[in-house]
């Protein structure tokens, strides 16, 4: 079956723009969650959405923002952009939302703020 | 303050076993400890999951004492091919997830 998908693959935004980026998960899973990975700070908790609800947040400021939709694919948004915002988003999918189970995730989006 | 640490690089020979541990000393009671394998351009992939004492997979072993402050990744006999960034995934009060800094293995001829 087709894992997870993530659109864009890369993209360039210049400060204090929006961005919003997608997340399809692997069909059956409900759960999607979100991350940000930089060199510096390593692999990021953003967010996490099941049934169309944000269930857990990590500590970012509320520019980054997501939904869920109801067949389960989830979009990020992040606005006025800034260049510390240069990372690789990856979004995972589970079958359910609960740790203790295992996450899939897409190849992620690499998003360069100029 | 959760915190999650691993050793940030391992150095190895194919054909010889190599052990990762992730220190994780404010784990909840009752959040699994998870490992993760990525290369280059990709993201994350699953390796193996665990609670307490030992599980084993056709790829790794996990070792968890009994304290759970540590967890130690297991791979026997590693290839050229395992060559990447291991991470450990832990839940703090199963609402905060924080991945280990992660353990670049690089795997010698």
């Known amino acids: 079956k087709a894992g997870v998908t993530q659109t864009p693959r890369y993209l360039i935004k210049t400060r204090g723009q929006q961005v919003t980026l997608s997340c399809s998960p692997i069909s059956g899973h409900r759960s999607v969650s979100w991350y940000q990975q930089t060199p510096g700070q390593g692999l990021q908790f953003l967010f996490e959405?099941?049934?169309?609800?944000?269930?857990n947040k990590g500590n970012f400021p509320g520019r980054f923002s997501g939904r869920q939709f109801s067949n389960s694919r989830s979009e990020m948004n992040v606005s006025t952009l800034e260049l510390g915002d240069s990372a690789l988003y990856l979004c995972a999918s589970s079958f359910k939302m609960d740790t203790n189970t295992e996450a899939f995730f897409g190849q992620g989006t690499r998003l360069t703020v100029v | 303050l959760a915190k999650t640490t691993q050793p940030i690089s391992m150095d190895s020979y194919e054909g010889q076993e190599v052990n990762i541990t992730c220190s994780h000393n404010n784990i909840a009671t009752n959040d699994y400890i998870t490992w993760y394998q990525q290369f280059p351009s990709q993201g994350p992939r699953f390796i193996i999951q665990?609670?307490?004492t030992k599980v084993t997979n056709e790829v790794a072993s996990l070792f968890i004492p009994a304290d759970r402050k540590s967890s130690t990744l297991s791979l026997p006999r590693v290839s050229l091919s395992d060559t990447a960034v291991y991470y450990c995934l832990v839940a703090y009060n199963t609402d905060k997830l924080i991945f280990g800094t992660g353990t670049r293995l690089q795997v010698f001829p």
């Open positions: 959405y099941f049934s169309e609800t944000q269930r």
């Open positions: 665990g609670y307490k």
